[in-house]
């Protein structure tokens, strides 16, 4: 007996360390943001210059709810063969503020593999820590008896 | 300093463990010793910086920072050394 079109649930939840942030921006500077996050992140966390001429300064507390974002989201595809690319999971923010996880690259086949076909992300920081869970529905097309428990 | 030795000191520079690296063997599984991913991004670029190359995007996974003995392998293949 089968039972079609069951859905289920997956959650992530992540929590980072502001400092530890911090420090890797200070120690690996632009290469460790740009191998880590997308543009679109970094636009978003970037503020702006003291100068003209200095250098760009990020806000610590967003790159690392965002990172928490990420590692949410990789225990919600939960990968056996290596996990995807940073870039390939990105916390893209809407108009309104809030925000929403974009896939591509390996974590989208992850995510079709999985049959997720939606995801919500919700991020925080306080008191030196930055949080994310991330929900995803996780559409499964066809379940046997034994996996709903029947029989 | 030989590989192991350069990777071993990038590892306790970096990888934030729980336990001394000097109590690891080689095949021990970092991440059962306290790195966490973030502190592998960390090990991952100070390995850059210190043999002077690029981790291929095919090697960024974890399976290639789980151990010293699997990063000492990703040096050989990327150095031919």
């Not at chain 2, 991440?31 to 991004?41: C, D, E, L, P």
């Amino acid at each position: 007996m089968t039972a079609l079109s069951a859905e289920r649930l997956r959650v992530g939840v992540d929590l980072v360390a502001i400092a530890d942030v911090a420090e890797s921006v200070l120690h690996f500077g632009n290469r460790y943001v740009h191998r880590v996050f997308t543009a679109h992140e970094i636009d978003c966390c970037r503020r702006p210059a003291r100068t003209s001429d200095g250098p760009a300064l990020y806000a610590m507390e967003s790159l690392a709810a965002r990172f928490a974002a990420k590692e949410a989201v990789i225990k919600v595809l939960r990968p056996t063969d290596g996990q995807p690319d940073w870039r390939s999971i990105e916390v893209h923010r809407l108009t309104g503020g809030w925000c929403e996880i974009r896939l591509s690259g390996r974590a989208a086949i992850l995510a079709d593999d999985a049959g997720i076909d939606d995801f919500s992300v919700s991020l925080t920081h306080e008191a030196g820590a930055a949080a994310a869970v991330v929900v995803a529905r996780c559409r499964s097309i066809e379940r046997t008896s034994r996996e709903v428990g029947e029989g | 300093m030989t590989t192991n030795e350069t990777i071993r000191q990038v590892v306790a520079d970096h990888g934030r463990l729980a336990v001394p690296i000097e109590s690891l063997a080689d095949g021990d599984d970092l991440f059962a010793a306290g790195m966490t991913s973030h502190a592998s991004i960390n090990v991952m670029l100070a390995l850059e910086d210190a043999f002077d190359f690029e981790f291929p995007e095919k090697m960024l996974k974890k399976s290639t920072f789980e151990s010293v003995a699997a990063m000492s392998a990703g040096v050989t293949e990327l150095t031919g050394t």
